[in-house]
């Protein structure tokens, strides 16, 4: 669906050295900043570390990165500080249902559409606003969210890391900018899959987005520990969920998690997670077979304290491949989950995050890992270099 002719049209050129990971793609700058981050984390606020844009509210920005322009979003208000602050000298507004990538748009593209285009570069450049509606046009692949992206962040602006954590499936709607019709449609599907209390049968919503609502009462509900979780700041370079366990720590014990109104519902909810932790009991029971009962990297032998853990996340019942899965003890998953313990792909060895050595955990550094004895049931080796390929961005 096209954006309305916007009052003016500025390129942005982001800085990928200082801003952003410069081991990240176009692709992961997409995926992971202008359909994650920005939008949910930071509510459509853009902080900058240098120059900032000069606009009216309205404009559309186009974001240039690696001499293409990459995203688009429209600019609601800005403010830039007297002085730096934590190294960032402002932050730029955006609306964030208003965010979109496509396929990145070169300048053979850009001059079809502004012939006196003269090229990328540092300038932060104003081009003519008619000519919007023709670059439009001309965009391919657009990603808007899909509807549990909508959901999800719609109700994490609602929320907000101070702001209330009980709202309506209709203010829900409302946030996220979905029309009545469509969302009575996808209602079923989507929302009912991404509840706790209630999940339904929906395999289509990604793993990631379960789990995140559950009913206060009839018509009102809130985010699960998980959903606040999402709420958390990117999280320091040791370990890339720390921040985001510190604030949900600090989250559930001010809201009295551990004090539970009624003990019959908590304990139905912690077995629940206790299922949900241990993995599909299909896939579990696979995996124990198949590593005939012992963790793989510390050979506890307690089915009990086994889990199944994913080498890549769930993405459908394909994901739950045993080639895909580790049996690891529960603790050892926890690490695995977090990125502070990872398995070189070739030598199949532990390799433990800096904080984890001196710890009791540091005799499994350099131990090699044990494999199922049919070698349809090893451990990808695809799967397990993109999974090392996340531990070493951790630590790096």
């Not at 974001?63 to 932050?91: C, M, N």
């Not at 507004?93 to 990538?101: A, L």
């Not at 300038?123 to 899909?146: D, K, S």
């Not at 958390?232 to 014990?253: I, K, N, R, S």
Request: hydrophobic share 35%; charged share 25%.
């Amino acid at each position: 669906m096209s954006l309305p002719q916007p009052p003016a049209v500025r390129i942005l050129p982001m800085d990928s050295k200082k801003e952003f990971s410069s081991r990240w793609k176009i692709r992961d700058l997409q995926e992971k900043f202008f359909l994650a981050r920005l939008p949910r984390k930071q509510a459509g606020r853009y902080w900058f570390r240098q120059r900032g844009l000069s606009a009216p509210p309205g404009t559309a920005v186009l974001f240039q990165s690696r001499s293409h322009i990459v995203a688009s979003a429209v600019l609601v208000t800005s403010e830039r500080f007297a002085k730096p602050d934590e190294g960032y000298w402002g932050w730029l507004q955006f609306d964030p249902k208003s965010i979109r990538v496509f396929d990145p748009v070169d300048e053979a593209v850009m001059r079809q559409v502004w012939p006196d285009f003269p090229g990328f570069s540092r300038v932060r450049r104003e081009l003519p606003a008619g000519g919007f509606p023709v670059f439009e046009r001309l965009l391919t692949g657009i990603r808007p969210q899909t509807m549990a992206e909508k959901i999800l962040g719609a109700a994490l602006r609602l929320a907000g890391p101070k702001g209330k954590n009980e709202f309506s499936r209709d203010e829900i709607r409302q946030e996220a900018g979905v029309a009545a019709h469509p969302w009575k449609q996808s209602y079923s599907p989507t929302f009912q899959g991404m509840r706790a209390d209630q999940p339904g049968h929906a395999p289509l919503v990604p793993a990631k987005f379960r789990n995140v609502f559950e009913q206060v009462e009839w018509g009102c509900h809130r985010l699960t520990a998980y959903g606040r979780s999402l709420l958390a700041p990117q999280a320091p370079v040791d370990g890339p969920a720390a921040g985001q366990l510190a604030q949900t720590a600090e989250d559930l014990d001010s809201e009295g998690y551990f004090s539970s109104r009624d003990l019959q519902d908590e304990r139905r909810r912690q077995l629940q997670e206790v299922v949900q932790r241990r993995g599909q009991p299909a896939f579990r029971r696979k995996l124990l077979a198949a590593y005939q009962g012992r963790c793989a990297v510390s050979e506890c032998d307690a089915p009990a304290a086994l889990e199944a853990a994913h080498i890549l996340p769930y993405s459908g019942e394909k994901s739950d491949h045993v080639s895909n899965g580790l049996l690891l003890r529960s603790d050892v998953h926890t690490l695995f989950d977090l990125n502070l313990l990872g398995i070189h792909p070739q030598r199949l060895t532990v390799e433990l995050a800096p904080s984890l050595r001196g710890t009791t955990f540091a005799p499994l550094q350099g131990k090699r890992i044990s494999s199922p004895t049919a070698a349809a049931g090893r451990p990808d080796p695809g799967a397990l270099k993109r999974r090392w390929r996340e531990f070493k961005r951790g630590k790096a």
